[in-house]
């Protein structure tokens, strides 16, 4: 699949991407956030925060898109999300409410780190996988 045009990029889950592709993205939702911050400032009350939210469901299902697409790369199954974006926030929860919040806050932690490093900064599989064909041509 080819994901040239930001749409596809951005909402669809088919398909690899590779780091510089998900950085794009990760650029999109900075400059929506920036947009989101001068919409509330120049639409104050309801309306604004109804747009707010709009917004905000949109960025989320593109993040699990665009995820899913990175986990693709690396020939690993889009449900590593789970792991990677609720798990921090269950165990963060957990320390909280039951104690031991120091050992379970570490593992959060280390867990976030691995997604970062997961999604933005290894390379994918050269190659095709059994997602796709490797976004990143072959020199020639």
Same mark, same amino acid.
């Given at each position: 699949m080819n994901n040239t045009d930001i749409v596809t990029l951005l909402f669809s889950y088919e398909g690899r991407i590779n780091r510089a592709k998900?950085? &794009?993205?990760?650029?999109?939702?900075?400059? %929506?956030?920036? @947009? $989101?911050? +001068?919409?509330?400032? =120049?639409?104050? /009350? &309801?309306?604004?925060?109804?747009?707010?939210? %709009?917004?905000? @469901? $949109?960025? +989320?299902?593109?993040? =699990?898109?665009? /995820? &899913?697409?990175?986990?693709?790369?690396?020939?690993?199954?889009?449900?590593?999300?789970?792991?990677f974006y609720l798990v921090p926030g269950l165990l963060s929860g957990a320390g909280t409410t039951m104690g031991?919040?120091?050992?379970?806050?570490l593992i959060s932690l280390a867990i976030s780190i691995w997604a970062i490093v997961q999604l933005g900064f290894l390379r994918g599989t050269v190659g095709p996988n059994r997602f796709g064909p490797d976004p990143i041509p072959a020199a020639a």
């Amino acid at each position: 699949m080819n994901n040239t045009d930001i749409v596809t990029l951005l909402f669809s889950y088919e398909g690899r991407i590779n780091r510089a592709k998900y950085w &794009i993205a990760a650029l999109v939702y900075f400059i %929506v956030m920036l @947009v $989101a911050g +001068a919409i509330l400032f =120049i639409l104050p /009350g &309801i309306p604004g925060f109804i747009l707010i939210g %709009v917004l905000y @469901v $949109a960025m +989320a299902v593109s993040g =699990i898109m665009v /995820g &899913i697409k990175r986990l693709h790369d690396c020939d690993m199954s889009g449900w590593w999300l789970l792991v990677f974006y609720l798990v921090p926030g269950l165990l963060s929860g957990a320390g909280t409410t039951m104690g031991g919040e120091l050992i379970l806050n570490l593992i959060s932690l280390a867990i976030s780190i691995w997604a970062i490093v997961q999604l933005g900064f290894l390379r994918g599989t050269v190659g095709p996988n059994r997602f796709g064909p490797d976004p990143i041509p072959a020199a020639a």
